[in-house]
């Protein structure tokens, strides 16, 4: 019993790395992608354009609001559907693309919100000092406003990731072959639940645990000492 | 130097500034006084536009500016302004605190940039300090260096927002002294301040101003000495008790 417990656990581990492979891969992707397109809706949100405005505060109610389980099945299905529909033809879709996009949009929403804050948490003193002494809005933030809430929200974006790296195995329902669908993939194969779902919590945990060790350092390295 | 015709300013329902008419000439320094919420902060934040003014004109050595985005960049880069809570950015040290502003909206070299930043360190007495954060500063050091930040930016006018009022009492010395050197060296100055002894020693002229109108100015002496107005008399003399 024991042995086989071990035996599955190790046996598992191979496909489950290959898996996590895909797993950070898509974290990383969709973080980065997601930083840039939330720096774009968090402008547009505090802009002074109302329909800038309205639309970026509709993006973010909306891939807040709705499960990401059904993003990721809208954008897989729903899309080459709706398409296929309209042009007469498939699209196929690669489901690790899909997954991404998804992720990306998804992260966008939040880490616009988590930007939202750190700016303001910085008070107008900052960027009016900056504009004060010539600086165009665009270089106040670039140099003055976004540095300091970037660092600020070094924490929070760590949390995304963390989520971000566990909401991944939401891609085995669109047969991304991540840590998951690789599990339950050799679990078909030899029956053996409870070493490899075992063997994927720890995998899981690890990452996360790793990758929260990360952020902390990056805190401390970029603490502004004020 | 500077030139302010029929400004008015609202917040909301809340008339702050009622029709100012106000000049400084060159080389000039002018304290605003006044009770608080009287509207000096106000006027002194919309010379260089931080806040937009509801009315009214402002010109800069006879050009007149407008509220488009090209004209406000335009008129902050020739106006410094030292903020009452001095506003360093905390993530650059002091010597890029100075450096940041003429770098990127001047497009200076690194080289004369630099030595012109430590000479102006050097003017606030602070040249040791040009590789320390704003955290590790005191208030007085922090307002220095703020002074030194506006003047990098070489401008033409320099605008005081109560510089003293959140320093510690021993320290407000050291910010009035690199003022008065700054006047001294002939720099247009309008400075808001709760300073009488300051404006007494180092202003021309003395702007008194209450309910979002200028009750009474004049030499700053004289004025001090000897106010004409009711509502001027009544406020020196509570300041000085």
């Given at each position: 019993m024991l042995t086989d417990f071990f035996q599955h656990l190790v046996g598992s581990f191979p496909a489950l790395l290959k898996g996590a492979g895909y797993t950070v891969l898509v974290a990383l992707l969709s973080m980065g992608l997601g930083l840039l397109l939330g720096l774009f809706v968090c402008l547009g949100k505090i802009s002074k354009e109302r329909f800038l405005r309205v639309l970026c505060s509709g993006y973010i109610d909306v891939f807040r609001g709705t499960p990401l389980l059904v993003q990721i099945l809208f954008i897989y299905f729903g899309f080459p559907s709706l398409l296929q529909q309209l042009f007469g033809q498939p699209f196929p879709f690669d489901p690790l693309v899909a997954g991404t996009v998804a992720f990306t949009l998804n992260a966008a929403a939040y880490i616009a919100e988590i930007l939202r804050a750190g700016i303001s948490s910085l008070g107008k003193g900052q960027l009016e000092a900056a504009e004060s002494l010539g600086l165009s809005y665009i270089q106040a933030m670039r140099f003055v406003i976004l540095p300091q809430a970037l660092r600020r929200m070094i924490p929070a974006l760590g949390n995304e990731f963390v989520t971000l790296l566990k909401d991944t195995s939401l891609l085995s329902a669109i047969a991304v072959t991540e840590i998951v669908k690789e599990g339950r993939l050799y679990i078909s194969r030899t029956y053996a639940a409870f070493p490899t779902y075992f063997a994927i919590a720890l995998l899981y945990f690890v990452l996360t645990f790793i990758a929260t060790r990360i952020f902390n350092r990056l805190e401390e390295r970029f603490k502004i000492h004020d | 130097m500077i030139e302010i015709r029929g400004l008015q300013k609202s917040f909301g329902e809340l008339k702050v500034l009622k029709g100012i008419d106000f000049a400084v000439s060159s080389g000039e320094v002018v304290c605003l006084i006044g009770?608080?919420?009287?509207g000096k902060s106000t006027l002194l934040r919309c010379i260089n536009l931080l806040d937009t003014p509801n009315q009214g004109e402002i010109s800069l050595e006879g050009k007149s500016y407008q509220t488009l985005p090209k004209e406000v960049k335009e008129l902050r880069s020739e106006v410094g302004m030292v903020f009452q809570h001095f506003n360093?950015?905390?993530?650059?040290n002091v010597l890029e605190n100075v450096m940041l502003a003429p770098a990127k909206v001047?497009?200076?070299?690194d080289g004369p940039l630099r030595e012109l930043a430590t000479k102006l360190l050097r003017e606030v007495g602070l040249?040791?300090?040009?590789?320390?954060?704003?955290?590790?500063?005191s208030g007085g050091q922090k307002q220095r260096v703020a002074i030194a930040r506006a003047l990098a930016m070489q401008p033409k006018v320099m605008l005081f927002d109560?510089?003293?009022?959140?320093?510690d009492p021993e320290v407000v010395g050291e910010v009035l002294a690199v003022m008065k050197q700054l006047a001294k060296g002939g720099m247009t100055m309008v400075v808001v301040t709760h300073e009488m002894g300051f404006a007494r020693e180092v202003a021309d002229r003395v702007v008194f101003m209450a309910d979002g109108k200028i009750v009474e100015e004049g030499p700053a002496r004289e004025f001090l000495a000897n106010p004409q107005t009711e509502r001027a008399k009544a406020f020196l003399g509570s300041e000085l008790k």
């Open positions: - | 009770p608080s919420g009287s360093l950015f905390p993530h650059l001047r497009q200076l070299e040249a040791d300090k040009a590789a320390a954060y704003p955290g590790n500063l109560e510089p003293t009022s959140a320093l």
